[in-house]
């Protein structure tokens, strides 16, 4: 499973949440996926992030596969990152269960 900063975590959900929208309102998949620079610029203003600590955590997701870099600052969200979006809930229902498991076999004789 892949590992991200809570910051990478935080930009990954509102573009996954953006792209749910979009394909809400009808958007087809492809251009639901495709953030343009100004989108993104909105993104870092309601995350109140600067522009240095938004490219750092964007070059983040592109190392994990989840985003694809364009320039002028246009990203494209990956498949990776929408399958891991969906699978989130399922994958945190899981670690806690191994957690739980884990330290209740420490108890057993």
Known sequence: ???LS????KLLSVLYKTYRARL???MTKRNSRDFQFNKIVEIRGVLGWSQDDLLETERELINAGFLRAYMMGACELEDPAIIYMENRS???IADAVN???DIASKFVP
């Open 99 to 101: 957690v739980a498991l």
């Open 24 to 26: 809400k309102a009808g």
């Open 90 to 92: 399922k994958n945190q």
């Open 6 to 9: 809570k910051d990478a975590q």
């Open 1 to 3: 499973m892949v590992e």
